[in-house]
């Protein structure tokens, strides 16, 4: 068979076996005894192939089949007579997956649509329960390439190297914990082979910091990088508002600031003077705050009371750009409303309120679907949070390549709402300060979690967000 380019099925598959092969020698350059697990399609057959070439150089390399290997295609039929000739012994349970230096991955490749089941899913727990490193061949066994969900078991692997093209669903949800380290090859196609594919999904590196984010002018002023309000700081809970309005000024807007519930202004403003706080008692009170305002950001500690959904009608009203987070987006999700000049930063569980579903994992099941149907419901660009988080706007999505768990603590949802809304103010398009912002926020959240993930504090980004933006 001729498939991309004018290349053979079985050439590729001999390409992905001896690229896996490679791989796994540089990884693991002591290991000897080997089980690959090769499942009844062309994933097995690209298992086969890492077994020859592991016999060639003396490997003990042990086979463990799953599935009818009656059914493979006449590629990886082939392939697996080729191992067998050199040696590679089948192995008749999963005990050979016990007492192993690496195991080899190659169940499913891209061919799972549901969750693994029998002896797929037997072999599955076995191997992660084997404590012993994994190379996963183009997508662990149990991921779902497209979506980052794991509809049931997954393989957990050391390594995965994926061929042809990069898999969306690699980046996002779930594949945090099953991916590792990630490799790709091309296996020497053509390039007019990928100009028929054109990429669905962005990655969002670090490196666009610089471009996004040039010199200032030697003759800048305060009144060049804009006026940014934040309004929430509700009743016990100022600091939320504050934590916004701070990653505002360190991103870099000219002025900040709050206006909130009386009771939390002293608690705002307490050792930080660069914060202009305003008590509002009632909506009207915002009208000469908005006139000055240049960018919005609204939801931070907003709670969901009466005063609060007067304040979040007003700021609606007003004309200006928006960050809307928090308590915000769920009185946004009572009463819908489309616009192009906002930006939204739901959580899994928000977004799923805005969709009208019932769970968070309704949204993660297909982050990539959750963020498209959010952004065409409400317009503007949006930020969905998570593992991978995702940016949807008029260029499409892209996948945030920074991160880490130490961010999943209390607050990193309000700096991510002032550093996009400081990043407004200073005259960035709605799409490069959703993008900027959240590149921004994770790489911080990185360079803070050098001391260690586990206690990292939202208001640790801080110092690092003002290095990264310079």
Known sequence: MVIAGGTSGLTLMRRAGLAAWSTLRRHWPQAHRLTVVCGPGNN???????????????????????????R??????????????????????LDALVGRDVLVDALFGLGLNQPPAGAFLAAITAMNAAATPILSLDVPSGLNPDTGATPGACVAAAVTLTFVG???GLFTGQAAERVGVLEFTDLDLPAAAFAQAPALVQRLPTTPLREWLAPRPRASHKGHFGHVLVVGGAAGYAGAARLAAEAALRTGAGLVSVACDPDSANAVGAGRPEIMVHPVRCAG?????????????IGPGLGQTAWSR?????????????????????LLAAEPLCRPDWCLTPHPAEAARLLGLAHARDINTDRFAAAWALRAR???????????????????????????PGMASGGMGDVLTGVIAGLLAQGLTLAQAARCGAVLHAAAGDAAAS????GLLASDLLPELRRLAN
Do not use: H
């Open 72 to 93: 493979l295609g006449p590629d990886a039929a082939e392939c697996r007579r080729e191992a067998l000739a050199l040696g590679a012994v089948l192995g008749r349970d």
């Open 166 to 168: 990069l898999k969306q």
């Open 44 to 70: 097995g057959g690209d298992g086969y192939v890492l077994a020859s070439a592991a016999r060639q150089a003396l490997r003990e390399v042990w086979l463990l089949e799953v599935g009818d290997a009656t």
């Open 310 to 330: 007067a304040l979040f009608g007003a700021v609606r009203d007003a004309g200006r750009p928006l960050v809307v987070d928090a308590d915000a987006l769920n």
């Open 378 to 404: 409400f317009g503007g660009a949006l930020v969905l949070k998570g593992a991978g988080s995702l940016v949807c706007d008029e260029q499409g999505i892209g996948v945030v390549m920074a991160g880490n």
């Open 451 to 454: 001391a260690g993930e586990r």
């Open 285 to 297: 009170d915002l009208s000469p705050l908005l006139a000055r305002a240049s960018v919005v950001a």
